[in-house]
T-cell receptor, first 112, second 116 residues
Framework: GQQLNQSPQSMFIQEGEDVSMNCTSS?????WLWYKQDPGEGPVLLIALYKAGELTSNGRLTAQFGITRKDSFLNISASIPSDVGIYFCAGPTTSGTYKYIFGTGTRLKVLA | DTGVSQNPRHKITKRGQNVTFRCDPI?????LYWYRQTLGQGPEFLTYFQNEAQLEKSRLLSDRFSAERPKGSFSTLEIQRTEQGDSAMYLCASRAGVNVNTGELFFGEGSRLTVL
């Protein structure tokens, strides 16, 4: 079935640094969603992408829908301590089911 | 607050007991999902409702799990004869949208189950 692989798995950065992470698949997606999850909480939607090549921003966050439709990227500029958490990419499968699948997650830790 | 609401937030039970979780989706959303998440993993799909119809269940879903969405509003997820392996965060999500596989999925805060 379709799978989403995220990299890096985890990263430690200094406050103020920019962060980049990506999500790749061996098959095509028509929608990419990026979420942030804090410990003990549900995932919170950050950005939704619907069109190949689309670049969308939400404050310090910018995400792109890859041209091949098999990948997506999330960038965080000028990181702050509250950016700590796990970032997941997700998308609806295109294999005749209704489910959305999630990536393996990128755990971000920000050092003050 | 008009977001997705789940309760209870935490449930501790003994092995063999039955537990039930409730989800109230965003009011205008007709599509509802249940996911399970274990530590260090991404959410794993369990089941999907469109209005009151349960249209998809994961092959991984044991017969001990059952979900309902009477009247197409709130949903319940019941786990019978719980096992320690059922310990996880159970997440509910909802979305609107006419198209089958597009649209933004909004999650509740989750119900954490611990089976002793």
């Amino acid at each position: 079935g379709q799978q989403l692989n995220q990299s890096p798995q985890s990263m430690f950065i200094q406050e103020g640094e920019d962060v980049s992470m990506n999500c790749t698949s061996s098959s095509i997606f028509n929608t990419w969603l990026w979420y942030k999850q804090d410990p003990g909480e549900g995932p919170v939607l950050l950005i939704a992408l619907y069109k190949a090549g689309e670049l969308t921003s939400n404050g310090r966050l910018t995400a792109q829908f890859g041209i091949t439709r098999k990948d997506s990227f999330l960038n965080i500029s000028a990181s702050i301590p509250s950016d700590v958490g796990i970032y997941f990419c997700a998308g609806p499968t295109t294999s005749g089911t209704y489910k959305y699948i999630f990536g393996t997650g990128t755990r971000l830790k920000v050092l003050a | 607050d008009t977001g997705v609401s789940q309760n209870p937030r935490h449930k501790i039970t003994k092995r063999g007991q039955n537990v039930t979780f409730r989800c109230d989706p965003i009011s205008e959303h007709n599509r509802l999902y249940w996911y399970r998440q274990t530590l260090g993993q991404g959410p794993e799909f369990l089941t999907y409702f469109q209005n009151e119809a349960q249209l998809e269940k994961s092959r991984l879903l044991s017969d001990r799990f059952s979900a309902e969405r009477p009247k197409g509003s709130f949903s319940t997820l019941e786990i019978q004869r719980t096992e320690q392996g059922d310990s996880a965060m159970y997440l509910c999500a909802s979305r609107a949208g006419v198209n089958v596989n597009t649209g933004e999925l909004f999650f509740g805060e989750g119900s954490r189950l611990t089976v002793l």
